[in-house]
């Protein structure tokens, strides 16, 4: 499946760490920032958790809140979280079923091998549970900041 910017945002209800629950009906009224990432503590996804953590004030002024989303399981979210004093929410999607409603749930190479995991992807929701805006195979550095803008321009 392909995700539309304009398209009802497909519904998420998760595990979280710390034993927790998330689901985008809960978040209504609020900008979520649902970004998928390939696996916990690994040295792209600790560079952009770590990215939105620093900013992490600039998108609650703008009326925003982040949401992390992996295959691990929510013990791996809960020690990730605790080693970089992640101050949002880490979901567990283990069966991939929301990975696969986002459309992030790709082949992948490595090596000259190939494999299925999660193309890193970040998806802008508004309020109303719309899409906005949908950045597929995420390169790190200044990632953050440009979500950061797009959330800004929402209101």
Same mark, same amino acid.
């Given at each position: 499946?392909?995700?539309? $910017?304009?398209?009802? #945002?497909p519904? $998420? /209800?998760?595990p979280t760490? &710390?034993?927790?629950?998330?689901?985008?009906s809960?978040? !209504?009224?609020k900008? *979520?920032?649902l970004y998928f990432?390939? +696996? %916990?503590?690994? /040295?792209g996804?600790?560079?952009?958790?770590?990215a939105?953590?620093?900013?992490?004030? %600039?998108?609650?002024? !703008? &009326? !925003?809140?982040?949401v992390?989303?992996s295959?691990?399981?929510?013990? +791996?979210? %809960?020690?990730?979280?605790a080693?970089y004093?992640?101050?949002?929410t880490?979901? /567990?999607d #283990?069966?991939?079923? *929301?990975?696969?409603?986002?459309g992030? @749930?790709?082949?992948? /190479?490595m090596?000259? +091998?190939?494999y299925?995991?999660?193309?890193?992807?970040? =998806?802008l929701?508004? &309020?109303?549970? =719309? =899409?906005?805006?949908? @950045?597929?195979? $995420? +390169? =790190?550095?200044g990632? #953050?900041?440009a *979500?950061?803008?797009? $959330?800004?321009?929402?209101?």
């Amino acid at each position: 499946m392909t995700l539309a $910017v304009g398209q009802p #945002a497909p519904d $998420v /209800s998760l595990p979280t760490d &710390g034993g927790g629950h998330v689901s985008l009906s809960d978040l !209504a009224g609020k900008a *979520v920032v649902l970004y998928f990432y390939p +696996k %916990d503590d690994t /040295s792209g996804c600790t560079k952009e958790a770590v990215a939105f953590k620093n900013a992490l004030g %600039d998108f609650e002024a !703008a &009326g !925003a809140v982040i949401v992390g989303v992996s295959k691990d399981p929510v013990t +791996k979210h %809960d020690t990730f979280k605790a080693k970089y004093d992640l101050p949002f929410t880490l979901a /567990s999607d #283990a069966d991939g079923d *929301v990975c696969e409603r986002y459309g992030v @749930w790709k082949e992948k /190479s490595m090596y000259g +091998k190939t494999y299925m995991g999660i193309e890193r992807t970040t =998806v802008l929701i508004d &309020g109303a549970g =719309v =899409v906005r805006h949908v @950045w597929p195979k $995420v +390169k =790190v550095p200044g990632h #953050a900041e440009a *979500v950061l803008e797009a $959330v800004r321009g929402l209101g």
